[in-house]
């Protein structure tokens, strides 16, 4: 086991890479009684082109991971849920763009949870007729999701900003690409996907290092997995542009929905290069639009944003895109106003003393989400898949200058990368 203490922090990680490949990382947390596990692996949306280690490209339909998340809970003898509810744990699991993480919450029965968790991912059960039935559920939920006037103005950005990348494409899929999925095709994604080499197991909260490591040590010592190796990943070239300067979508809604951001034209560095793009542009936005700035408290005075007014930036494997806006009377004049005090922001440079009290909020944020488990171990796999350590963002927020955020703000907010999605009334 390998120590990896964060004095300033007051944490210690513990952190040993089994034989098999898989990277177990245990976080104690004492005085907590409850206890979270994630199982991770480096599968998403966004990979529906890949040569396996050894075998030729392979090209599967757009939703597979989705798909493959949800049959993974199947098992000969029923639903693997009700075994975790009867050892008094809650499980879940959730699929993004560039992950797939199963996990569960606990305060009794560790050992036997973190055993189930290990065993039904590691041991897949599809057939001909449990992957048709699943067609049907899943296709339900995508139809569902169309009715969602959040999802599709969210959605509606994104195809919008991007072009050929596969972030552009809904995690579920779609209808016709669901239908066309097979057996073989979700034991070809398990195959290459699943390995151990390509996973992360998580646990953070109630646990001793020692015991648990043994516990993960036994269980995978006792099964067998072929030789690992590197997978590529072949996504498309995104040109610089937009695909749509905006998008109109009409569903009956009370008052409209308006989303609007920026594309960055490179998509984003991995490690630490890539860490301070995201924490910096996370942090550029928020002087402008976080709810102390002027600017807010303007737009709210003016009753053209209410509390779900909000703003993020999101990146992965050759993609990154900020999202700004929410629910709004007006989203014309909205995105026209906040556009203009990004664009004049950009110009003038960030005061220095806002720059600063900002800072030092978000660095207390950082602090108070060290104290739920569920967030660290998502957000540490997370960090960990793009060669980032989460434990370090600290560091990262305390070696930012202003100047760094000014010149990421000018090259981030370029109206020739800019694109709207509004959600409006049918009747409107």
Known sequence: MEKMDYPKLQETVWHEKLENGLEVFVLPKSGFTKTYAAFTTR?????????PPGGDEMKVPDGIAHFLEHKMFEEPEGDVFSRFAAQGASANA???????????????QIPENLTTLLDFVQNPYFTDENVEKEKGIIIQEIDMYRDNPDWRVYFGLIEALYQDHPVHIDIAGTAKSVRSITKEMLYDCYNTFYHPSNMTLFVVGGVEPEPTFELIRQNQAGKSFPQGGD????????????KDKKRDIRLPVSLPKCLFGFKEPQGTAQGEAGIRQELATKLALETILGPSSPLYQKLYDDNLISDNFGYEFNTGPGFAFSIIGGETANPEELMERVTAALYD???KGIDS????????????GFL?????PESIANEFTRYRHRGGDLFRVVQYYESLTVDELNELL???VSPDRLAACIVRSAEA
């Open 43 to 51: 599968f998403g949306s966004v990979d529906n082109r890949f040569r």
């Open 94 to 108: 959730f699929t993004s763009f560039d992950r797939t993480v199963y996990l569960f919450s606990a305060t009794r």
């Open 231 to 242: 997978i590529r990943r072949t996504v498309a070239e995104e040109p610089p542009q937009v």
């Open 345 to 347: 922001t950009a110009a």
């Open 353 to 364: 003393d806002v720059f600063e009290r900002t800072r030092r909020k978000r660095i207390g």
């Open 368 to 372: 108070r989400m060290l104290n739920s």
């Open 410 to 412: 000018k090259s981030h």
